[in-house]
């Protein structure tokens, strides 16, 4: 989990850079065995999200990446938040 720190200067950043709404790319890498991908996909269910997942070629990781319209910095940041609950997620 990231620390408040991190999540208030991203907040910042976004803000500073960001015209709201803003169609949003996340990228994670994840386990290939286990939920992680579901419970990726669940996280960003019923938001009209795209999703795309690419297999490593040894296959023991996903990349898995998401395109959503989000309405603010602080809905980003949810996301974030959420998705660090994921067991072995790595956000890029």
Known sequence: MKSKDFYKELKITLEESTIFPVKYLYK???PTKGEG???IENIFD???A???TK???KGTYTSVSILVE???ADLVI???KE???VEGVISL
Do not use: L
């Open 55 to 57: 297999e490593s070629s």
């Open 37 to 39: 991908i579901e419970k």
């Open 83 to 85: 998705i660090a609950t």
């Open 28 to 30: 994670f890498i994840v």
């Open 70 to 72: 989000m309405d603010s």
């Open 50 to 52: 795209v999703i795309t």
């Open 78 to 80: 949810k996301k974030y």
């Open 46 to 48: 019923k938001m009209g």
